[in-house]
């Protein structure tokens, strides 16, 4: 069985490709980074160190390949000839692999190629709707004729991308650019319903329906909780993730901002709040593992993609909204999002320039109730408060917005 993996980055080389090969597919890794692609082709093998507090384990991941991106005739048969393929490039990267991929579909569906043979791409994008968005990005490369035979034999099927996989750092690689370094969870949720044909049997791969509620499990609890980490501890001065998530102002802030995302799926999906509140306490362990290393820097990098109006931020904050949850803590964790957006484009710290930040990259409504809620918090992060001053506005934030409820 083949299978093509596009992007050999820690998520597609640490996990996704990983999973795979452990279940007995020839993956096939396609990327740009030409040393990388050039070392997996020699090799043919390359290790994962699954590190924690206690220690570590060393996993073999053999029966690989890679080839170029550049070369995209050659990633576009791999991609004819695959059983299946997955992608991990990071989502602004999406428009530039969707014509090879289309380039591989319209080669499947000649003559001589697999027709009827269906072609499923599990897409491990932190993208809300990254089904659609990739699906309409190939349909815009693929002939009129070509995409009734896309829409049925061409599986776009999400991902929630749960492993933890910090920038290498070459103490992590010790000698070995292959190697990567990664927390030991181990499970790939995968949307049930949009398989096309059978749905393989994978490694730590778990297909659910409905699917949307682990999207937004993923990007507003997951993700949104390491965001406010990162902000707030990047503010606070501090370099790891670790150490942000150590200290007790911050820890409540994204803790609390969890809650109010697992409130809102609670009551939109009909499910039960203690099992997502399990999942928040599993997470913040997760997120102090010290061995992992990853850095505010990281995990807050990007704060315009984090801000913007599905993201994890004033995403979820908005999803809060639609549920009827006071996103107070949320607004915390995009306050500091918003303290460094202005910080890194040099257009100067300012309510107005704030206000007018959340407008253009959050779309919210000018004087609105979010952003309103975000302004006042932004407020302490302008007069250099500390994160005990941040808790505070988000909790007094909270109790009013309570009070004028009751």
């Known amino acids: 069985m083949k299978m093509v993996m596009y992007g050999c980055g820690n998520i597609g080389r640490g996990f996704v490709g990983a999973l795979f090969a452990l279940s007995g597919y020839e993956v096939t890794f396609i990327d740009i980074a030409d040393a990388l692609v050039e070392r997996l082709h020699l090799e043919r093998r390359y290790p994962v160190r699954l590190v924690s507090d206690s220690g570590f384990e060393d996993i073999e991941i053999s029966g690989v390949d890679a080839v170029s991106g550049r070369d995209a005739e050659r990633a576009a048969g791999l991609i004819a000839e695959a059983d299946i393929m997955a992608t991990a490039v990071g989502a602004n990267a999406l428009k530039f692999i969707a014509p090879v991929i289309a380039a591989g579909i319209r080669k499947r569906f000649a003559p001589g190629g ?3 043979r269906p072609l499923n791409i599990i897409i491990c994008e932190n993208l809300m709707d990254a089904d659609a968005v990739l699906g309409g990005m190939i349909r815009e ?19 929630s991308i749960g492993r933890m996989v910090p920038v290498q750092t070459p103490e992590m690689q010790a000698g070995n650019p292959l190697r990567v370094c990664a927390e030991r969870y181990g499970f790939l949720p995968v949307d049930r319903d949009a398989f096309r044909g059978g749905i393989p049997d994978v490694k730590g791969m778990v297909p659910f329906s409905p699917f949307g509620f682990y999207i937004r499990r993923k990007l507003y609890v997951h993700n949104m909780g390491h965001a406010v980490c990162a902000y707030l501890g990047g503010f606070a001065g501090f370099e790891y993730i670790w150490a942000a998530a150590g200290n007790p102002d911050i820890r409540l802030v994204a803790q609390n901002a969890m809650l109010e995302s697992a409130l809102a799926l609670g ?20 997120f102090s593992n010290t061995a992992l290393g990853d ?7 990007d704060p315009v993609r984090k801000l913007s109006p599905s993201d994890r931020l004033a995403g979820a904050a908005s999803f809060c909204l639609e549920q009827g949850v ?14 460094q957006y202005l910080r890194e484009s040099g257009k100067g710290q300012g309510a107005g320039n704030a206000a007018a930040a959340l407008e253009s990259v959050s779309a919210l409504e000018p004087g609105g109730r979010l952003q309103r809620a975000i302004l006042e918090i932004y407020g302490v992060f302008l007069k ?7 808790r505070g506005a988000a909790e007094l934030l909270r109790a009013e917005e309570n009070r004028d409820v009751v």
């Open 114 to 116: 697999k027709p009827g």
């Open 295 to 301: 850095t505010c820097r990281r995990v807050g990098a």
């Open 384 to 390: 250099g408060g500390s994160p005990a001053d941040i």
């Open 267 to 286: 009551a939109r999906y009909q499910v039960p709040v203690r099992g997502i509140i399990d999942h928040i306490d599993d997470l913040l362990l997760r």
């Open 141 to 159: 490369n693929l002939p009129q004729e070509a995409r009734e035979k896309f829409d049925r034999d061409v599986g776009l099927v999400e991902a």
């Open 326 to 339: 006071c996103p107070a803590y949320i607004a915390a964790g995009a306050a500091g999002a918003v303290y």
